[in-house]
Structure formats: structure tokens, C-alpha cells
């Protein structure tokens, strides 16, 4: 081996302390197994992709499990709900048509639509910090009686009505900084602001966790789906401690020149989505280990 290569093998591969599969996305799959390895052999369908994850959702089609558009798509069969949550009007559709649900809404976001659903009772203007397309966002939407509105940012507060009561719930994945943010330029364009903290605490964890180790190594790989928000979230996050990453789906996005300005004495960081499974995750750290060398075993925590 040349000394290039042994100087490589030095260099170290550290995974954050928080990373990967969450809890929601955990129970939603096992679901989601469950229902398609059922003795009944009733047809399994996910009302959109279950997690946003394609090789996930891969493995779920091999199974059976097919991704459809619309509820009436799912007569006859077992409709799986998303992690990500619908609106109230698609699970009564689904009882109409007395068809099969299996809800695999993440708890966290059931919080959310029960909050949302409770503000509005309470005749509350909505406010909803997120990102306005997202799953999560528009199934939230779908709880509220009355007004509400969605901000992605606190300059987005600029742009809305006069408001009076107004309550607030947030995307469970956003930035507490981000809350925040709003949050603040809200309190001056409304007589009565009430805040429920939806955020997640796992989603917060895997934050915190990605950002400290940023701030240690020479480079951060963030494995994800690119249409999901709490990945594009981390790799954010990275990118603001000034620290190059990078944002792969699988350990073929990953281009062996982006290690290659790595003092000897630097490291790899490596962190993961909310919807990235372990074995995605192992994938990457022995691309990894391979291009840096085989003495760059890995470790965990920063």
C-alpha cells in the first residue's frame, strides 16, 4: 500500500449519535410488513409513497405493496396511510367506501392535527410553520375548521392578513430556529397568539446530533431521500457549521473527490435521515471505508 493509501486508512468514518430510522417511520414499516405478509391475501395499497425513502418503497412494491393516488384505487384491498398523515376527508372517504385503513400515522403528527383540530374549535386563526407541499403540511391542513395559514419562514409572516387569535402548530421536522423565528414576528401582527411545540424529539435529537459532529470533521455525508424535508433539513444544517456535505440517496451518489482535501488527521462524518434504514446506512460506510482505506473503521458519536 502506498503511503497515500495508509494515510487514507487513517482517517476515520463517525456516525452521529442520533441517525436514521425514527420511531414513527419504524412502526410505520413494520405496518406495513405486517399487513403484506398477512394470511387474508388481501391486496396491500399506500396512499402515496409510505415513507420518503424510493429504496424503501422499493422494497414495499417487491412485497406488493403498490402506491396509489386516490382512495376508490384501494376497493377490495387494505389502504395503508402514511407516516406523513392525510386530511380528515381522506379517512372518511375510506369509511364510505368501507374499505380496510391501516393508519401508520406517526404519533407525533397525530399531535399535530389533534392540536390543529382543537386551535381551530376554539376559533383560532391557524398559523402552520412548514413547508407548504409537504405530506405532512397538507394532511395537517386537513384537520383545521376555519382559517389557517402555512409560513415556510419568518419573512413569510410579512405576507399575511391582519390576524386576531392566532395559533400556531409546526411541521413536526422543522427547525426549533425556524419555530422560533416565526413565532416572533407573529407576536406583532396579532392581539392573541397561542403556540403549541409539535416538533419532534427525535427529529430535534438527530439535529443537534448532526450539527456537533459537523463541527468536528473534515466533511459530512447525509443519506436520504432528496424529497425528504427532515433530510434536506440535516444536510442544511450541516452546510451552516461551514463544513462541505454532501446529500446522497445511496453509496453510489458518493464521489470519491469529495474526500480527497481530508488532512490526514480528519474524518468523515456521516448522519441520516428519519427515513434512511440501517442497512442503506452500512452501505455507505463501507463505500466509505473502502476509499479512505481499511483502517478507517467506524465509530459512532461525535
Not at 204 to 230: K, P
Not at 242 to 254: K, N, S, V, Y
Not at 297 to 302: F, L, M, N, Q
Request: net charge negative; hydrophobic share 40%.
Amino acid at each position: 500500500m502506498s503511503d497515500a493509501a495508509r494515510d487514507k486508512g487513517r482517517q476515520r468514518v463517525r456516525v452521529a449519535e442520533a441517525a436514521g430510522f425514527c420511531f414513527g417511520v419504524q412502526r410505520a414499516l413494520e405496518m406495513a410488513f405486517d399487513k403484506a405478509e398477512s394470511v387474508t391475501r388481501k391486496p396491500v395499497y399506500a396512499l402515496g409513497p409510505l415513507i420518503h425513502n424510493r429504496q424503501v418503497v422499493g422494497r414495499l412494491e417487491e412485497m406488493g405493496v403498490r402506491v396509489v393516488d386516490s382512495v376508490q384505487e384501494a376497493e377490495g384491498g387494505v389502504l395503508l396511510i402514511r407516516a406523513h398523515g392525510v386530511p380528515r376527508s381522506v379517512l372518511r372517504e375510506a369509511e364510505e367506501r368501507g374499505i380496510q385503513v391501516a393508519d401508520t400515522t406517526c404519533p407525533f403528527v397525530k399531535r399535530v392535527h389533534e392540536r390543529a383540530q382543537d386551535l381551530g374549535e376554539q376559533g383560532y386563526d391557524i398559523v402552520i410553520v412548514g413547508e407548504r407541499e409537504h405530506p405532512e403540511v397538507v394532511g395537517i391542513l386537513g384537520w383545521v375548521d376555519g382559517e389557517a395559514h402555512v409560513v415556510e419562514k419568518p419573512a413569510d409572516v410579512d405576507r399575511l392578513p391582519a390576524l386576531g387569535r392566532v395559533g400556531v402548530v409546526a411541521q413536526t421536522t422543522q427547525t426549533t430556529e425556524n419555530l422560533a423565528g416565526c413565532v416572533r414576528e407573529l407576536l406583532s401582527r396579532c392581539r392573541e397568539l397561542r403556540i403549541y411545540n409539535t416538533l419532534c424529539d427525535a427529529t430535534m435529537q438527530r439535529q443537534r446530533a448532526a450539527a456537533e459532529l459537523a463541527r468536528q470533521v473534515g466533511a459530512m455525508i447525509v443519506v436520504g431521500g432528496h424529497h425528504s424535508g427532515n433530510t434536506r433539513r440535516l444536510a442544511d444544517i450541516c452546510r451552516a457549521t461551514g463544513t462541505p456535505t454532501h446529500h446522497i440517496e445511496t453509496a453510489e451518489d458518493i464521489d470519491p473527490r469529495w474526500l480527497e482535501d481530508l488532512a490526514p488527521d480528519e474524518s468523515v462524518g456521516l448522519t441520516a435521515g428519519a427515513s434512511t434504514p440501517d442497512w442503506a446506512m452500512n452501505e455507505v460506510i463501507e463505500a466509505l471505508t473502502g476509499i479512505l482505506g481499511d483502517d478507517a473503521s467506524p465509530r459512532r458519536g461525535a
